[in-house]
């Protein structure tokens, strides 16, 4: 009877592995949604606080290479605001910053069985943009142009609603950009999970 218990566990195991496969050969078309919130207080610096928000749109194509491993390109159209307020009677100010920001990134994804048409994913991509900032201090605006370059790391989850159908949800992401312009060059480490960080999207393969 045990024996018996361990081969049906196999054959149902079997069978769910088999209706969870990606096959070599799809193609995915998606299209993704991406915010990040940040706000911070600092009440020892004349009650400073600095907000932070982003949003963005991202369309995506990608190809199986072979089963659950998918290489693709996608395109970020970005929009940023910062705004940082520091009240305090003699140095109060408050900078606006706001950017426009366009990327396309290659990547690399793959996808491993946790259910019956449920994943893990892991997303590796390298990550080439420009920004286009406009900085307010008082009554002073400066426009500025930046070059950006990096990689990215994005784990999550992914559920395959029918055969043409995937809905994923990020799980945070991990990045290292280098930026320039005419003025500043600058290295940048990012870490961020839930739900200070969000992104979720819908595919369609085929």
């Known amino acids: 009877m045990k024996t018996f218990s361990i081969l049906f566990l196999i054959f149902i195991l ?33 009650n400073s606080h600095n907000n932070y928000q982003s949003f963005s749109l991202i369309p995506s194509y990608g190809y199986f290479i072979s089963v659950n491993k998918l290489i693709g390109l996608e395109l970020s159209l970005s929009y940023s605001h910062n705004d940082n307020v520091l009240d305090n009677i003699i140095y109060g100010m408050n900078v606006d910053n706001q950017i426009y ?14 259910a019956n048409q449920l994943y893990f994913f892991g997303k590796f991509g390298i990550n080439i943009g420009y920004d286009n900032n406009l900085n307010k201090n008082g009554g002073n605006e400066n426009k500025s142009e930046t070059l950006n ?31 320039s312009n005419k003025n500043i060059k600058r290295k940048n ?5 839930l739900p200070s960080n969000l992104s979720i999207g819908l595919n369609y393969l085929w």
């Open 189 to 193: 480490f990012q870490m961020y999970f």
């Open 14 to 46: 079997n069978i769910l592995n088999s209706q969870s496969q990606i096959p070599q050969g799809n193609r995915l078309l998606g299209l993704g949604i991406s915010a990040r919130f940040d706000l911070q207080e600092n009440l020892n610096s004349g």
């Open 101 to 114: 920001s366009i990327s396309i990134s290659p990547y690399y994804q793959s996808f491993y069985i946790l």
């Open 149 to 179: 370059a990096g990689f990215y790391f994005i784990p999550g989850l992914s559920y395959l609603i029918n055969a043409h159908l995937m809905v994923n949800a990020g799980l945070g992401s991990f990045s290292f950009a280098y930026s």
